[in-house]
């Protein structure tokens, strides 16, 4: 109970690896002995001091100075906040009506950035209304996914990008190959994945919703604002990128962006980077049933009360498996809600009843028509949350299912680049479980075959020919050797009964 307890205090995951979102989720770890939690506390604390605070002597004087925080939000980082003109554009709004939203820094005129940003998406009026109450309360989010009235305060009073703090893309880091564009954040408040085409009110198609999923229409009067206001139409080099549900709109949202930036640069040099919204259509190793835990929550049906055997497959739940939904069923039942608008060839692909796949990095990524740089890790940490093994460094079974996923990454991996209509796919994918290549200095740090993130989008800006897949093929869980000392590529022993 003592290590259950400090596991889950200091949000450590059960390989000892901070824990960036899911602190109670580690109900599930096993018991690790008295000297590895004493190890972990050590180097929680030690993180600690050297994160936040200041040591001191004996007598409580401060002894040295902290190392000021590297620039890591959009004040300290010089970023403007600009919300969009409902009277220039009506339908840019988030879920509740509010004007959407994003965050800019002029740099270089002719290159720019444009990125997504992700929080993960709902799909019927009891996900939503989950998503709603969580994120109202900002006692414990500092996030707005469904709003924007509380921006600017929350902004002000942390300085992060709607929740998110940025030491990768968003910086001047002079690794960062993009260190010296004009970048624009796009706030995420439509829970679409940037691709919904929908207000709220009654369709005869998909029932009623008091929401708007408005996430095409945001992008849309984004790049149209930013021609406007920002001088967009003298960009030469151009980067749509987006992490998570951000990175699936990257996909969805590639081409039908390149079309809006060409009518205004004809000449432009074009690339999207989506960053881990490679999602698989996979039956979960283990569904979550913790319903304190928010996307367990949305995922639970009418009553999580009473676990995944009760409550959740009540009638008037969701519950289609009776333990939650998985990410095929979340994409089949948004696409309806919000009545997304995919990348139009992979609809055309797949047809009316099956556009919902578009969602979906294992079958979108082929179908894409401009040049795009994938970024996956092959056990993302947050499918391993999703997909039920997280728990991999202690439990045989999601140990297996772990290595599993990977093997099954890696080969829809290989079928996306032989099935790639002209040889403009590229895919970068480590070994790490971590969620997010761009977000923070992984983006430069993790290195496979003596490239990295950064590295690879240097050579497709640089017009430099370069491989299509550059996939860690190392042995373990996680792998990629080349990284020395990023605590999330240790491989970590198989797991024993």
Excluded at 476 to 483: A, H, I, K, M
Aim: aromatic share 10%.
């Amino acid at each position: 109970a003592f290590g259950l307890t400090m596991a889950t205090a200091l949000k450590m995951d059960c390989a000892g690896r901070p824990v960036r979102r899911l602190g109670v989720v580690m109900v599930l770890c096993l018991p690790i002995s008295a000297v590895a939690l004493s190890h972990r506390i050590a180097t929680a604390v030690a993180a600690k001091i050297d994160n936040s605070e200041t040591p001191t002597n004996g007598a409580g004087n401060a002894t040295a100075s902290p190392t000021p925080p590297p620039p890591d939000g959009p004040h300290s980082l010089g970023f403007a906040l600009r919300f969009l003109s409902l009277s220039t554009h009506p339908n840019a709004v988030c879920n509740d009506g509010t004007p959407a939203a994003y965050y800019i820094k002029k740099g270089d005129p002719k290159l720019w950035v444009v990125h997504q940003q992700g929080g993960w998406w709902c799909w019927d009026e009891f996900s939503c209304q989950v998503r709603w109450d969580h994120f109202a309360n900002h006692t414990t989010e500092k996030r707005t996914l469904m709003s924007t009235a509380d921006l600017e305060a929350l902004t002000d009073q942390y300085d992060t990008f709607n929740g998110e703090k940025n030491t990768g893309i968003m910086t001047e880091d002079p690794s960062n190959p993009l260190a010296s564009a004009t970048k624009v954040f796009v706030v995420y408040c439509s829970s679409d994945a940037h691709a919904g085409n929908r207000s709220a009110g009654t369709l005869p198609t998909a029932g009623s919703t008091k929401w708007h999923f408005r996430g095409k229409e945001i992008i849309t009067a984004v790049i149209a604002d930013l021609v406007a206001s920002a001088g967009l139409g003298e960009v030469k080099q151009f980067v749509l990128t987006g992490g998570s549900a951000g990175g699936m709109a990257t996909i969805n949202n590639a081409d039908y962006v390149h079309g809006l930036v060409a009518g205004v640069a004809p000449s432009v040099q074009y690339i999207a980077m989506p960053d881990s919204g490679y999602f698989l259509d996979v039956a979960p190793g283990a569904m979550c049933t913790l319903p304190d835990v928010y996307e367990c929550l949305c995922a639970a049906g009418a009553d999580p009360s009473m676990g995944a055997v009760g409550g959740w497959t009540q009638p008037g739940g969701h519950s289609w498996l009776g333990r939650g939904q998985t990410l095929a069923q979340q994409a089949q039942a948004m696409a309806v809600l919000s009545q997304g608008v995919v990348d139009a060839s992979c609809a055309a692909h797949y047809g009316k009843y099956g556009l919902w796949r578009c969602y979906l990095g294992q079958y979108a990524a082929s179908h894409i028509e401009v040049t795009s740089l994938f970024l996956q890790n092959q056990i993302d940490e947050w499918q391993g949350f999703w997909n039920g093994f997280f728990n991999y460094s202690h439990d045989p079974l999601a140990y297996e299912y772990a290595a599993w996923f990977r093997t099954t990454t890696q080969g829809t991996m290989r079928e996306a680049i032989a099935g790639a209509s002209a040889q403009k796919l590229h895919i970068f994918s480590p070994n790490c479980y971590h969620h997010g290549l761009s977000y923070d200095n992984i983006f430069w740090q993790v290195r496979v075959k003596n490239s990295t993130a950064a590295s690879f989008l240097q050579r497709l800006l640089d017009g430099v020919p370069t491989e299509a897949l550059v996939l860690d093929e190392c042995e373990g869980l996680p792998c990629t050797t080349e990284t020395l000392g990023h605590q999330d590529c240790l491989t970590v022993p198989p797991p024993v009964l």
